[in-house]
């Protein structure tokens, strides 16, 4: 009996994520299959206003991967990609539909996915259920814990996930509860697919008012999140151009998130304005690492970009971070998947604040890693009962008050881990009443935030 043919389908929906999947198909980290078709999936809030993939300056770099594209938003119309998953009574249906309306036949399916907790990716899983799954992880997230707790059928079925060494020498915890081995799509491979895009015009753009050796600031649109308030994000894009002034840069690139509203951009000029420096706003969508490449920066300053660690680790580019304490603090719940993006480039990028000569990062990628799992256990103890141990030993040994800021101690008290609560006010956690008052305190503290947001941020 001949062999089936053999299909693979790649889900994207970022241009980064699609350079990852041509850096992992260039470097042979698949198998050889009878046909490679990319699934774009446009997971934006609205996509009707939003270009997808293929529309993307650049994509047709990337596009001669594959041997056919297909839409996973025209799929399911009039779902969105991130709020519909197939019910289960309905799934062999569906298959059915798929296998006949993407020419599958009897096709061997094998699924390469992102963001697997979560649809579309998820809902791919289920659809082809005797399908093996890879997951690629294009950022910072893959060193963190499994954000809840997958579906052993689905979860069983993960051969790899591949990363990025984004944090060389530190091992990516997620999907680990099922074995799943890392892979590193090579570092050469990835830079010489965005060397393609830095090349293309298309992709690129028109750089050239864009001054080479300036200093460059990424912003990330973290009000959209109900991370930060509006007013925070814009005082702390102010504070970036400050910080990058007080380093001694007077000419600096503004790299907006391609959704954060305009006026973002006219308040940063007219706080260039007031400190008599150059500003450059860029008002089209391009990839920072082109930027690296094209114009060289000086300094890459941002929040918890995964693109500072890619300036660091792939390009040797001096780097700076601001606002990560702020955000320690506010996210939540604790178990928020940024978390251990945060906590990594808090604790190996230098703060912008530092006037030093030579500004330091508090840890290093080789001793970062014990944090990272006492981290992801804090955050999914059920998850990973195994690192309880290991979690123990670095809050017993390292706890002090900078490495406080990355646990919380009611997280702490409720998982009875080193620095916890005393036991005499053990009872807190529990008390109803007090529970009340510390809500209504948290309440008015979030008014007054809300009313004095500078002095808040300030604080």
């Not at 389908?9 to 299959?33: Q, R």
């Not at 270009?51 to 938003?73: E, Q, V, Y």
């Not at 940024?338 to 330091?360: E, F, H, S």
């Amino acid at each position: 009996m001949p062999a089936r043919p053999r299909t693979q389908i790649f889900l994207a929906s970022t241009l980064y994520g699609a350079a990852t999947l041509a850096a992992a198909l260039d470097a042979d980290l698949f198998p050889p299959a009878d046909r490679r078709l990319l699934l774009i999936s446009n997971n934006a809030t609205t996509p009707e206003t939003t270009p997808a993939l293929d529309a993307m300056p650049g994509f047709a770099r990337l596009r001669g991967r594959f041997d056919r594209l297909l839409s996973w938003n025209e799929t399911i119309r009039p779902f969105h990609p991130g709020g519909w998953s197939p019910r289960p009574n309905d799934v062999p249906l569906w298959e059915r539909h798929l296998r006949l309306l993407w020419g599958l036949g009897d096709d061997q399916v094998e699924l390469v996915v992102e963001s697997i907790q979560v649809n579309p990716a998820m809902a791919l899983a289920q659809l082809f259920p005797d399908a093996p799954v890879d997951v690629y992880a294009d950022g910072l997230m893959s060193y963190g814990p499994t954000r809840n707790k997958l579906d052993p059928l689905v979860g069983t079925r993960i051969g790899r996930l591949l990363h990025l060494d984004l944090v060389p020498g530190l091992k990516p915890l997620l999907l680990t509860e099922f074995g799943v081995e890392p892979v590193i799509v090579p570092t050469d491979a990835f830079t010489k697919v965005l060397a393609e895009l830095a090349d293309d015009g298309e992709a690129s753009g028109d750089l050239s008012g864009v001054p080479e050796g300036a200093a460059l600031l990424l912003g990330q649109y973290l009000s959209a999140l109900s991370i930060l308030t509006p007013q925070e994000e814009e005082e702390l894009h102010v504070r970036m151009v400050r910080g990058a002034v007080e380093r001694g840069h007077r000419e600096i690139v503004f790299k907006p998130h391609p959704s954060a509203p305009a006026r973002w951009s006219y308040l940063l000029e007219r706080e260039a304005e007031k400190l008599g420096i150059s500003l450059t706003v860029l008002d089209r969508p391009v990839l920072a690492e082109v930027l690296y490449q094209r114009v060289r920066p000086a300094l890459v300053a941002g929040c918890f970009s995964t693109a500072l660690l890619t300036a660091s680790a792939f390009y040797d580019l001096p780097v700076a971070r601001t606002g990560t304490g702020l955000l320690l603090e506010r996210l939540t719940p604790y178990e928020n998947s940024n978390r251990v993006p945060v906590t990594l480039v808090d604790a190996l990028v230098p703060d912008l604040a530092d006037r030093g000569a030579a500004p330091r990062a508090t840890a290093t990628p080789q001793d970062v890693g014990p944090l990272v799992t006492a981290v992801g256990y804090a955050m999914q103890h059920q998850i990973y009962p195994h690192l309880r141990r290991a979690a123990e030993r670095y809050l017993a040994a390292h706890l002090d008050p900078h490495t406080r800021r990355y646990f919380k101690r009611r997280r702490l008290t409720v998982l009875a881990l080193p620095g916890a609560l005393p036991s005499q006010l053990s009872f807190i956690p529990r008390n109803a009443a007090v529970r009340r008052v510390a809500r209504r305190a948290r309440a008015v503290q979030r008014r007054l935030r809300q009313r004095h947001p500078k002095k808040w941020t300030a604080a």
